[in-house]
Nanobody, 117 residues
Framework: QVQLVESGGGLVQAGGSLRLSCAAS????????MGWYRQDPGKQRELVAA???????NYADSVKGRFTISRDNAKNTVYLQMNSLKPEDTAVYYC???????????WGKGTLVTVSS
């Protein structure tokens, strides 16, 4: 089992920045990749950014150049640095961890990001 706890969400004006954190605990040795997803009410959850255990990253086109995902293996934490925020970035942001082998997914409870215009 893997437990994930997100933090760092909040209200920010357009053009501002926020940094989200996702702390992992439990069977962290089994984690292969981690990622951030977001979901607006009434919409599907979408990938924002992901990072593998080897440090390879990928981003949604809508956030490329503005968001940066990173991980601190010593702290078992993944970060999402969000710059130049736009109102359309408003959503609940979820952290996900995928384990190796069977590829089981674990989710955090989410943190709300609100960008005002």
């Amino acid at each position: 089992q893997v437990q994930l706890v997100e933090s760092g969400g909040g209200l920010v004006q357009a053009g501002g920045s926020l940094r989200l954190s996702c702390a992992a605990s439990g069977s962290i040795f089994s984690i292969n990749a981690m990622g951030w997803y977001r979901q607006d009410p009434g919409k599907q959850r979408e990938l924002v950014a992901a990072i593998t255990s080897g440090g390879r990253t990928n981003y949604a086109d809508s956030v490329k150049g503005r968001f940066t995902i990173s991980r601190d293996n010593a702290k078992n934490t993944v970060y999402l640095q969000m710059n130049s925020l736009k109102p359309e970035d408003t959503a609940v942001y979820y952290c996900k961890a995928r384990t190796g082998g069977s590829g089981m997914d674990y989710w955090g409870k989410g943190t709300l990001v609100t960008v005002s215009s």
